[in-house]
Nanobody, 125 residues
Framework: QVQLVESGGELVQAGGSLRLSCAASGRTDTIYTMGWFRQAPGQEREFVAAATWSGTRQAYANSMKDRFTMSKDNAKNAVYLQMNSLKPEDTAVYYC??????????????????WGQGTQVIVSS
């Protein structure tokens, strides 16, 4: 079992930055990939970014790869999503998720096994 807890979401003005955190606990040694997804009101959940737990590979949604960056703190078993140049359309609940089996980095939410509760990001215009 893996437990994930996100934090860092808040109200921010367009053009601003936020860093979301995801703290992992439990059997973190079994995690292969950590991913970030988001869900805007009335929309389906979409892939944002993912990285292998080892940190050797990353993947980003094309629309976000120039503004968002994932990183990891091994000592804290935490992953982060740095979001810059935020736009109102980035408003969503952001979720982190864990995928347990390699070797690919999945972009489909159905491939992820554990999810956090989400953190709300609101970008005002």
């Amino acid at each position: 079992q893996v437990q994930l807890v996100e934090s860092g979401g808040e109200l921010v003005q367009a053009g601003g930055s936020l860093r979301l955190s995801c703290a992992a606990s439990g059997r973190t040694d079994t995690i292969y990939t950590m991913g970030w997804f988001r869900q805007a009101p009335g929309q389906e959940r979409e892939f944002v970014a993912a990285a292998t737990w080892s940190g050797t590979r990353q993947a980003y949604a094309n629309s976000m790869k120039d503004r968002f960056t994932m990183s990891k703190d091994n000592a804290k078993n935490a992953v982060y999503l740095q979001m810059n140049s935020l736009k109102p359309e980035d408003t969503a609940v952001y979720y982190c998720a864990a995928h347990m089996v390699g070797p690919n980095i999945p972009v489909s939410e159905t491939r992820y096994d554990y999810w956090g509760q989400g953190t709300q990001v609101i970008v005002s215009s």
